[in-house]
């Protein structure tokens, strides 16, 4: 069965710091994954996704980059942290192709200070 | 503009009351509609979707959805809430036809169930 996989649970980061987030997917192979940032009361942002190794979408300009390395490998990654950036950030995934079921990671919670 | 609606932000029911959570979209064309729910901390589970077919869905721990075309709602019930039913609720829709498999989200309802 496919299982995915976030990391670091909670991350607490000073302004200006950096930031790696890190979702692997196992279970599967060649899927859509996507990066999301839930704010409190907003719903959920799509952020970047990506259909390939070394294809990445972005939908919002913002502070924050994405890649992927590998196939089932997806990173979030900010190079100066804002306070703005404070929020649970989620990975999901689905099977690529005519597949629109998203599953979900079970998030990072994210505070700048 | 393609939008999702969930108009209400918080529902209260009481265990064993029925419970119905609404959504509406605003699309070109009919696009695929989904449920997800979210408990504090956790990431978001499917619940149901509609692709086509009967415009009544089942899904998972007794919940069900009605599509209404001509009134652009996909409204998410379930006929007797248990304490354990107490999340938030996310209604989301899909472009049919590619583009990502990129899912558009609304806002969200949190339900709070008292007992």
């Known amino acids: 069965s496919q299982t995915i996989h976030q990391w670091p649970a909670t991350l607490v980061q000073p302004v200006g710091s950096p930031l790696s987030l890190e979702c692997t997917v196992e279970?599967?192979?060649?899927?859509?994954l996507y990066w999301y940032r839930q704010a409190a009361g907003r719903g959920l942002q799509l952020l970047f996704y990506s259909v390939g190794i070394g294809q990445i979408s972005s939908e919002v300009p913002q502070n924050l980059s994405a890649s992927r390395p590998q196939d089932r490998q997806f990173i979030l990654s900010s190079k100066k942290l804002l306070l703005s950036d404070s929020g649970f950030y989620l990975c999901?995934?689905?099977?690529?192709?005519?597949?629109?079921?998203?599953?979900f990671g079970p998030g990072t919670r994210l505070t700048v200070t | 503009a393609q939008s999702v609606t969930q108009p209400d932000i918080h529902i209260t029911v009481s265990e064993g009351a029925s419970l119905e959570l609404r959504c509406n979209y605003s699309y070109g064309a009919t696009p695929y509609l989904f449920w997800y729910v979210q408990s504090p901390g956790q990431g978001l589970q499917l619940l149901l979707k509609?692709?086509?077919?009967?415009?009544l869905v089942q899904g998972i721990k007794g919940f069900e959805a009605e599509f209404k075309r001509s009134q652009s709602s996909f409204n998410l019930r379930k006929p007797s809430v248990h304490w354990s039913d107490a999340a938030e609720y996310f209604c989301?829709?899909?472009?049919?036809?590619?583009?990502?498999?990129?899912?558009?989200f609304g806002t969200g309802t949190q339900l709070k169930v008292e007992l």
């Open positions: 999901a995934w689905i099977q690529g192709g005519g597949s629109y079921e998203q599953y």
């Open positions: 279970g599967t192979s060649n899927p859509n």
């Open positions: 509609y692709f086509s077919g009967d415009t």
């Open positions: 989301a829709v899909a472009p049919r036809g590619g583009g990502g498999n990129k899912l558009t």
